[in-house]
């Protein structure tokens, strides 16, 4: 999270998104996103 603090602090606001998408990828990996939405959605 330190890495997108840092970037929107340059107002980098691309860059703090590059890693914020990368951040939820990551997440939505290790918690099996789509099995949870689909629970969530029926």
């Known amino acids: ?3 997108i603090t840092e ?5 980098d606001l691309e860059g ?3 890693h914020l998408e990368a951040h939820i990828v ?3 990996k290790r ?3 789509k099995s ?3 629970e969530v959605t029926r």
């Open 26 to 28: 990551n997440w939505s």
């Open 7 to 11: 970037c929107l602090n340059n107002s």
């Open 31 to 33: 918690s099996n996103f």
């Open 16 to 18: 703090a998104l590059g």
């Open 36 to 38: 949870n939405i689909s």
């Open 1 to 3: 999270h330190k890495k």
